[in-house]
């Protein structure tokens, strides 16, 4: 075809092309050179290689597949056969994905609905490489971001290491002279998981092929960087809305535990400045076991009831007290002015009032309603919404559930039944991008320290 025949797209795709094939011959010349100069040395231990000889060493790098020839013998300590270059370059033994292929892919794993769509991603780069393939690198990789998570959490727990994590801290901060109050919300959404009679047959047998458990997240980040978001159209009955510009995540594995999850939660606010901050203040759905991790590592924490999960209960009393939904809503609006507005004593007043007025009546309280009395009387101190707002704290917990919506998003999707380890996985690697944790996920130095830490965990000190 005449070039001045082709199309703009054409033309691009053929140059993409061809700097694909440039760029991938320049770095396997690059490659061979190495190799050449290590010969069958291995550089960890300094020891040559046994019985070497040359052999082809494959790559998949993300300017295409590539092979040079290396040095290929027997490590007399490690008691293995191994490429020197290979432990070089820090490739684990028949891995063929380059580390920056492995990062990218992992990257588009996160983002994309399923390992298909990553691979069909792939081949738009002109990287030809199979879901079940990018699925394996992203569990290596996922592995290797929960074990930096430890590593991190670890740190900014250990009294000898905090000073420096809060010295971090301080120093990426935005507007770090600013004074500024922290928020942290947590809640649990339910993942859908392979049960322990997952591929039972036949398909009539009765057996427990899929389990919902509940997988623990939390949302973190200052009230400064809350923005006000103007409308979209000029009408002006169009409210404007909050816009979180930083903020922060923790999500664990199904089957953690609250003490264990509270951890993480408690570091990653350390991380966010938590010390510095002059309020932290914590939002939540109302379920015991977040009050219990507030109660155990955010003590002083100013403690709210969302607000919409407080107006359900209400609506519930509402409800069983009025079968008609219109005498329910004459009966529960006012209530739910009043709570928003500062006056929490007069609802709870008038919810402790039941009782004596069906006394009046002869009439029985039923268990709902004396459960959410009780309900209101233990969440007491956490009322003070109008308060609350006034110093610009939220009245609910939109954002994690926010974060809870975009995690059901990748995990429950037609067709997708995970196990535990690795949602788990995919999960670190999500947090890790949110959270600016990438670049470090892709130091050689911290893959090494995090190494280090999976296999001297037996002998860590114990957990704070």
């Not at 089957?255 to 932290?280: D, I, K, N, W």
């Not at 995090?450 to 001297?456: E, R």
């Amino acid at each position: 075809m005449n070039a001045s025949d082709a199309s703009l797209l054409e033309l691009e795709q053929a140059a993409a092309e061809e700097g694909r094939r440039y760029g991938c011959e320049q770095l396997r010349q690059r490659l061979q050179a190495i190799a050449d100069a290590q010969g069958s040395l291995c550089p960890s231990s300094a020891e040559r290689l046994e019985d070497a000889r040359f052999r082809p060493l494959p790559l998949i790098t993300t300017l295409g597949q590539l092979s040079i020839r290396a040095r290929y013998g027997y490590h007399r300590s490690a008691q293995r056969w191994m490429f020197a270059v290979q432990d070089l370059w820090g490739l684990k033994s028949r891995q063929e994905l380059s580390p920056h292929l492995q990062q990218v892919i992992g990257y588009t794993a996160t983002e994309c609905g399923s390992y298909k769509k990553a691979e069909t991603m792939a081949q738009t780069w002109g990287v030809k490489i199979a879901a079940t393939t990018i699925r394996k690198h992203v569990q290596i990789l996922g592995a290797q971001a929960q074990r930096q998570q430890e590593l991190r959490t670890q740190r900014a727990l250990d009294p000898h290491t905090r000073p420096e994590v809060l010295r971090v801290a301080q120093a990426k901060a935005p507007n770090a002279l600013k004074t500024f109050s922290l928020v942290v919300m947590m809640d649990a959404w339910k993942g859908r998981e392979r049960g322990p009679d997952w591929g039972l047959l036949p398909a009539t047998a009765a057996g427990e092929r899929v389990e919902w458990r509940d997988l623990k997240v939390a949302v973190i980040y200052r009230l400064d960087q809350v923005v006000e978001k103007p409308p979209a159209n000029t009408d002006p009955a169009t409210r404007s809305r909050r816009q979180i510009l930083e903020k922060f995540w923790v999500a664990t594995p199904s089957g953690t535990q609250p003490q264990e999850f509270g951890r993480h939660v408690h570091a990653e606010a350390l991380r966010r400045g938590m010390v510095q901050a002059r309020y932290v203040f914590v939002v939540s759905d109302g379920a015991l076991w977040i009050w219990n991790i507030v109660a155990d590592r955010f003590v002083g924490a100013i403690q709210e009831l969302d607000f919409y999960h407080a107006s359900e209960h209400l609506w519930d009393v509402a409800r069983d007290l009025y079968p008609d939904p219109l005498q329910a809503r004459q009966w529960v609006e006012p209530l739910l002015h009043q709570l928003r507005h500062g006056q929490e004593e007069q609802v709870l007043q008038s919810l402790e009032s039941l009782p004596e007025e069906a006394r009046k009546f002869e009439r029985l309280l039923s268990d709902l309603v004396q459960t959410e009395i009780q309900y209101f009387q233990t969440n007491r101190d956490r009322l003070h919404y109008q308060d609350n707002i006034a110093k610009g704290f939220p009245a609910g917990s939109g954002a994690v559930e926010s974060l809870c919506s975009q995690f059901e998003d990748r995990f429950k999707r037609t067709g997708q039944f995970w196990k535990s380890q690795s949602m788990g996985c995919l999960q670190a690697l999500k947090v890790a991008r949110q959270n600016g944790d990438w670049a470090e996920l892709c130091s050689p130095i911290s893959a090494n320290l995090a190494n280090d830490l999976s296999a001297t965990a037996s002998l860590a000190t114990p957990k704070n």
